[in-house]
């Protein structure tokens, strides 16, 4: 039914209800008030998300200025594993490269639960047809908040490097791996947010209760945390039916990347990098609403907003090029996985006592919050002989004895596997033939790596996975036309980079310095030749 015959309807129905109200007679009249006025409190206590009336609590934030949460937000920030956030920096080892980039995952999950209760609010004001409530609002916004409880020492780095390299490490040992294949940090947010729960609900078995909440809500938020799939076909999520999917879309959106996260992340990693931000979620967010599309409800953009949409697939590219993917920075962090693989004494046999339980920490909430970036000092001030080797490279790290950067190249051919590349430059430094006689070249010491880029969905136009409503018709959206987008968008939206480093050797003499100078010179060389000669490279 079209909106304006609901409100119609509506209109009329409450005017029959105020002339049947008027011709009731004293004292009867008295108790028909008092029946309208439980039903009119029945329906704001559902619908209503005016919590002005809550003791909401105020935090001062660089990027969004004074946000209010709601009291059951706040307990659930004033936990140990949400405070543990405060000890996980944002960027990992970026703030190296870029001295501001401190910033950490508190503030940022509490951007990311003010976004979250905004976006919320716009769809609910502006349709109210979709028939959101103040349990779907809380239940958004904390999802929002702990959405990120899961992320390990130097964020990133954790899941994304040292997890993957030891469960390779476990095969190559042949040792017991219990570790999840495709581990994420995802997963752990849902076990640490289970923990938050029952710990809250040892201090009050009713916390979840007095706010409305239920288990079913509890499921909605973890389901929330890990974001659905818009590709399944039937709907087997259990916290909301499917005319609520696209509250689905609004903290992990799976359909097509735009969601309240990487809102907050652009904004304030923006702002502590000094990088210019082109994006304005502002905006976006006046522009939101929800329409049906091939049957499923999504949270759509206007038409006119297309650019202000390729705007923010474009900070993303920008944010990785210039700084989450920096030559440097980088480096820096295979550096400090290295380091954490090292220190990690559940890819040793013996398990010695006097490692750090690093991997094997992801099996319990309980141990893997004691995993913060304070493991760099633990492991910089520690005298155990089985913690050399990283205390090394954490040193290395803090003298700045980085491995010199050699070159970079972007490929242009596709399909071209990491295997494929690193024997193709192991077998060109072996062949080099150097300008300099008393220079020879060891392809151990000049480790290759691949750096992908891309706009959010590898090698896909982001922009074709979004659903656009025009200002004639905004029941009625779909993907936008070539026609009315730029034509200055790029054709490609992913690329690969490959980049070679030297290691340099430790405790270097004035002469060994001058013989890296000229290594470094001659690998540089080796490079180019490699880059004009093979797989179609330029430098």
């Excluded at 501001?100 to 209760?117: D, I, K, Q």
């Excluded at 905004?474 to 992913?494: E, G, R």
Aim: hydrophobic content about 35%; charged content about 30%.
């Amino acid at each position: 039914m079209p909106r304006s015959e609901t409100f119609s309807d509506l209109r009329k129905n409450l005017q029959d209800l105020k002339n049947s109200y008027e011709e009731i007679e004293e004292p009867e009249k008295q108790q028909a008030w008092e029946i309208i006025k439980d039903e009119l409190k029945d329906i704001l206590k559902i619908y209503s998300l005016d919590f002005s009336k809550e003791q909401m609590k105020v935090f001062n934030d660089p990027i969004h200025g004074h946000i209010a949460l709601h009291p059951l937000l706040v307990k659930i920030t004033d936990t140990p594993q949400f405070q543990r956030l405060r000890h996980i920096k944002q960027l990992g080892g970026t703030y190296l490269v870029y001295p501001g980039a401190s910033h950490n995952r508190f503030e940022h999950s509490l951007g990311v639960a003010y976004l979250s209760g905004c976006l919320v609010n716009i769809l609910h004001d502006n349709q109210p047809e979709l028939k959101i409530t103040r349990q779907d609002y809380l239940c958004v916004q904390i999802a929002g908040l702990c959405h990120d409880l899961g992320h390990g020492p130097f964020s990133h780095v954790f899941d994304g490097l040292v997890i993957p390299e030891a469960k390779k490490m476990k095969r190559i040992r042949s040792l017991p791996d219990d570790i999840p294949e495709k581990w994420k940090h995802e997963q752990m947010s849902v076990q640490m947010f289970d923990d938050i729960v029952k710990s809250l609900k040892t201090e009050n078995e009713d916390v979840l209760k007095e706010h409305g909440l239920d288990d079913t809500d509890v499921t909605f938020i973890k389901e929330l945390i890990e974001g659905a799939k818009d590709s399944v076909a039937e709907w087997t999520y259990k916290g909301r039916a499917e005319d609520k999917s696209f509250l689905y879309e609004i903290v992990a959106n799976k359909q097509n990347g735009i969601d309240v996260d990487k809102w907050d992340y652009f904004a304030r990693d923006c702002h502590h990098l000094g990088i210019r931000n082109s994006f304005d979620h502002h905006r976006l967010l006046k522009f939101a609403r929800v329409c049906e599309v091939n049957g499923r409800k999504h949270i759509c953009f206007r038409d006119k907003e297309a650019d202000n949409v390729y705007d923010m697939f474009r900070t993303r590219y920008t944010l990785h090029r210039q700084a989450y993917q920096h030559k440097i920075c980088n480096i820096i962090e295979e550096m400090f996985a290295e380091a954490l693989v090292l220190a990690d004494r559940d890819l040793h046999e013996r398990k010695p006592e006097d490692m750090l339980k690093i991997s094997e920490a992801i099996k319990t909430a309980e141990e893997y919050s004691k995993l913060t970036d304070e493991i760099f000092e633990q492991i910089s001030c520690s005298t155990a002989e089985n913690l050399q080797e990283s205390r090394n490279i954490l040193d290395k790290i803090v003298r700045r004895k980085l491995p010199k950067f050699v070159g970079e190249a972007r490929l242009t051919e596709e399909n071209i596997s990491k295997e494929d590349l690193t024997k193709s430059w192991i077998a060109a430094v072996q062949n080099y033939n150097p300008t300099d006689p008393t220079v020879s070249l060891n392809a151990e010491e000049l480790p290759v790596y691949v750096v992908d880029l891309d706009h959010g969905m590898k090698d896909k136009n982001p922009i074709e996975s979004v659903y656009f409503y025009s200002k004639r018709n905004p029941t009625q959206a779909s993907t936008i036309k070539d026609y009315q987008l730029s034509s200055f968008l790029p054709k490609k939206f992913n690329e690969e980079l490959v980049r070679v480093y030297y290691r340099r050797t430790d405790d270097q003499t004035a002469e060994d310095k001058m013989e890296e100078k000229k290594k470094v010179e001659e690998a540089e060389k080796c490079f180019e030749k490699w880059c004009a000669e093979h797989f179609g490279l330029r430098v």
